[in-house]
C-alpha cells in the first residue's frame, strides 16, 4: 500500500510534468470557440425581438439605479396566473370596491338638531323650538279654547292621539317633546280631535292632494 | 401523491370561495328589496287598494326610492279619512315626484333631500333649479334651502324671485342657520308690510354680503 502522503508531496520532474498538462487544460478551457463573423450579433437581434419570441429586455431599459432597495417593486418579472386565480382576484376586487362605496354612504352620527324657531305665535297657531344639545324636539301650540290637542306626523305614523300635547299653562299653552332621529318631517296638530291646525311658525308644504295644511320639521344630520 | 392530485382540493375550495363571494351581494340585495307587505298598510287598507299600495312600494324600492315617506303618505290619507282611491292617486303622485327628485339630486342625495325635491316640484319649481341647486350645494345637501323655497313661495314670494334668491345663496359657506335666519327675516319683513318679494331680495344680498359673496350696496 502506497504511503498517501506521496500523492501530496510530489518532487521533481514528476511535478513539472503535471503542471505542463495543468496549464494545457486550462488554456483549452479560456480560447474561444470560432464563429462566423455577424453570427453573434444575429443571436443578440433575435433574443431582443419580442416578435420573434424574444422574453429579455435590453439592459437601458431596466429600473433605474436609484430604485436602489427598492428595485424590485418596479423589476419586471413573469408571473403565471391560472383563469380561476384570475375569477378569484376580480371577485375580491368588486366585493372589496362594494364594500367601501357601502361605507362611503354610511350617514355620520347626528349631533346637532335644527327645527324651525318662530316668534310666539297669536293663538290656535304653533310654534315647535329644538333642544339644542339633544334630538329631542319641543312642539308648541297656543289655544285657550282647546280642549285637547295632539300631535301627528311622520314620525308617529300619524295616529291621532298617540302623542298627546299637555297644557303648560292656564292661559292655552301645549306642549310636547318627540325624539327624533334627523331628516325631513311633516306634522300638524289634531285639535279636539278632529280639527288638523298647522304649525303657523314653521315652513310650510304644499298640499293640494289632500286638502289640508301642514308643517315642515327637519332635523339636521352632522356633516 | 403527485403535484397534481394535490391541486384538485384547492381548486375545489377556491371555487366554493367564489360561489360565496358572488352569493353574498345577492343575499344582502334581497334584504334591502323586502317583499312582505308592510303591516301598517295591510291594517289600514284592503282589497284593490292595498294591492295597488304594495305595488307602488316595490316598485319603488326597486328603483331605490325610499319607501317610508310613501308609507307615512298613506296613513296620512287614512289618518285624515279621506277616499281609499284619493290616497292611492297622492301616494303614486309621490312616487312618481321622488323618481324625478332623484334624477334631479343624483344618487348621494339623502331621504331628507329627495323629500324636500319633491315637495319643490309638487310646488312648481323645475328639475333644472334641483339640479343647479344640488350640484352647487354639493355635501352641504340641499334639504333646508328647498324648504325655505317652498315655504317663502307659499308665503307670497313670487317664485322666480324666490328661486333666484335661493340660487344666489346655494354656495357651501352659506350654511343651513343661515337660510332659517333668512326665512325669519324675509317673514318679518313681511308681517311688518313690506312687498314679499322685496324683502326676499334685500334679506338675500345682505346675506351674500355677510359672507363676502357680494359687494356691499355703495
Known amino acids: 500500500m502506497p504511503d498517501d502522503t506521496t500523492m501530496f508531496d510530489p518532487t521533481g520532474d514528476e511535478a513539472a510534468e503535471r503542471d505542463a498538462r495543468w496549464r494545457r487544460v486550462v488554456g483549452e478551457l479560456r480560447r474561444e470557440p470560432s464563429v462566423r463573423p ?8 433575435a433574443v431582443l425581438d419580442p416578435a420573434a419570441g424574444g422574453s429579455v429586455r435590453p439592459i437601458d431599459s431596466a429600473p433605474s439605479r436609484r430604485a436602489g432597495r427598492l428595485g424590485w417593486l418596479v423589476r419586471p418579472r413573469m408571473i403565471a396566473v391560472t383563469p380561476l386565480h384570475a375569477a378569484a382576484a376580480l371577485v375580491l376586487a368588486a366585493v372589496a370596491l362594494g364594500a367601501a362605496l357601502v361605507r362611503r ?5 347626528p349631533s346637532v338638531v335644527a327645527a324651525p324657531a318662530g316668534p310666539a305665535a ?9 333642544a339644542a344639545a339633544s334630538r329631542t324636539v319641543q312642539f308648541v301650540f297656543v289655544s285657550g279654547a282647546a ?9 308617529n305614523d300619524w295616529q291621532t292621539g298617540t302623542t298627546p300635547l299637555r297644557r303648560a299653562s292656564p292661559d292655552g299653552l ?3 317633546e318627540v325624539p327624533l332621529e334627523p331628516g325631513r318631517y311633516t306634522y300638524a296638530f289634531v285639535v279636539d280631535g278632529t280639527r288638523w291646525v298647522p304649525d303657523d311658525a314653521a315652513p310650510r308644504a304644499p298640499d293640494d292632494e289632500f286638502g289640508g295644511e301642514k308643517s315642515v320639521l327637519y332635523v339636521r344630520q352632522d356633516t | 401523491m403527485t403535484p397534481r392530485q394535490g391541486s384538485a382540493p384547492r381548486t375545489r375550495a377556491l371555487a366554493a370561495l367564489l360561489l360565496l363571494a358572488l352569493a353574498a351581494p345577492v343575499a344582502a340585495g334581497a334584504q334591502d328589496v323586502p317583499r312582505a307587505p308592510d303591516p301598517r298598510i295591510a291594517a289600514r287598507f284592503t282589497g284593490e287598494h292595498r294591492v295597488r299600495l304594495e305595488a307602488i312600494l316595490d316598485s319603488a324600492r326597486a328603483a331605490d326610492i325610499p319607501a317610508e315617506p310613501l308609507v307615512q ?37 339623502s331621504e331628507a333631500d329627495l323629500l324636500a325635491a319633491a315637495s319643490a316640484l309638487h310646488a312648481g319649481i ?25 315655504d317663502i313661495v307659499e308665503r307670497g314670494v313670487p317664485q322666480d324671485t324666490a328661486e333666484r334668491v335661493i340660487l344666489s345663496l346655494s354656495d357651501p ?46
Open chain 2, 126 to 150: 323645475e328639475p333644472a333649479t334641483l339640479e343647479r341647486l344640488a350640484r352647487s350645494r354639493g355635501s352641504a345637501g340641499v334639504a333646508l334651502p328647498l324648504i325655505v323655497l317652498v
Open chain 2, 73 to 109: 303618505r298613506a296613513l296620512e290619507g287614512a289618518s285624515r279619512r279621506l277616499p281609499p282611491a284619493r290616497i292611492v292617486t297622492a301616494v303614486a303622485g309621490l312616487a312618481e315626484r321622488l323618481r324625478l327628485a332623484r334624477r334631479a339630486l343624483g344618487a348621494p342625495a
Open chain 1, 147 to 155: 280642549r285637547e290637542v295632539s300631535l301627528v306626523g311622520d314620525f
Open chain 1, 174 to 176: 301645549w306642549t310636547v
Open chain 1, 105 to 109: 354612504g354610511d350617514a355620520p352620527a
Open chain 1, 122 to 130: 297669536a293663538a290656535a297657531t304653533g310654534t315647535s323650538e329644538a
Open chain 2, 173 to 218: 359657506r352659506v350654511a343651513d342657520a343661515d337660510f332659517q335666519a333668512l326665512r325669519q327675516s324675509i317673514l318679518g319683513d313681511i308681517g311688518s308690510g313690506a312687498p314679499a318679494g322685496v324683502a326676499a331680495a334685500a334679506r338675500a344680498r345682505g346675506l351674500l354680503v355677510t359672507h363676502g359673496l357680494a359687494a356691499p350696496m355703495p
Open chain 1, 38 to 45: 455577424g453570427a453573434l450579433d444575429e443571436v443578440m437581434a
